[in-house]
């Protein structure tokens, strides 16, 4: 049997200014380095043998706090594009409630909701590629890495802990729990709160723990 962890970048700068972050590489916060260390106390028990990670330095900040926090900071990791957060296109960078003014809601809604439906491409000085992705297009290119890459360790019998982002951590989970468009929409994943999967040689579910991160400790 294998074990599977996943775990969401903590907060990053852009989150707490609620602006669309996409591909942009913000840091953490410091809440947000908190929010790891917290979810890397939740897994101090594992044996953790590898670990993936995005280009972002958000996740891979969050990465190598918790492995620090577990006292497993020597373990080999492997960083890759497929792991992104969706790209935003043209909301790159703006405000979500500015957005939802001047687009309306409903619009906004179906961007960030949808499972299908890309952000504008339009080009911007954060987006001068002109890309933008839906859901559907995250899976597309987070879903054949982590079928060729991550899973078949894990059903060697491997620990291994993938920190991603919230929407190509959204794509893993519901092709493991076979969720259907409409569920996943609805399935939101906290920031830094490990998510353990313990699977067999057949890939088959065998246990599945979703962690809420304890409360922070006082100030003062």
């Not at 990053?12 to 809440?31: C, I, K, Y």
């Not at 260390?37 to 995005?54: D, M, Q, Y």
């Amino acid at each position: 049997m294998g074990t599977l962890v996943l775990i969401r970048h903590g907060q990053s700068q852009w989150n707490l200014e609620n602006r669309f972050t996409g591909w942009v590489d913000v840091p953490l916060t410091e809440a947000g380095r908190e929010e790891a260390r917290r979810g890397g106390r939740l897994i101090r028990h594992l044996r953790v043998e590898c670990a993936f990670t995005s280009n972002l330095q958000r996740a891979q900040e969050t990465l190598r706090i918790v492995l620090s926090t577990i006292g497993q900071p020597e373990v080999p990791t492997e960083s890759d594009a497929a792991l992104n957060e969706r790209h935003y296109g043209a909301l790159q960078g703006l405000d979500k409630a500015e957005t939802a003014k001047r687009f309306g809601a409903e619009q906004v809604k179906l961007w960030r909701r949808s499972y299908d439906i890309a952000p504008p491409k339009d080009r911007t000085a954060l987006n001068p590629e002109g890309l933008s992705e839906s859901l559907k297009d995250t899976a597309a290119r987070t879903l054949p890495y982590f079928h060729a890459k991550i899973m078949p360790l894990v059903r060697r019998g491997q620990t291994v802990l993938v920190a991603a982002h919230g929407n190509s951590l959204r794509a893993i989970v519901m092709a493991l729990d076979q969720l259907t468009e409409a569920q996943v929409l609805e399935l939101n994943l906290a920031t830094g709160a490990p998510i353990i999967y313990e699977i067999d040689e057949q890939g088959n579910i065998l246990k599945k723990t979703v962690h809420e991160l304890p409360p922070s400790p006082p100030i003062g």
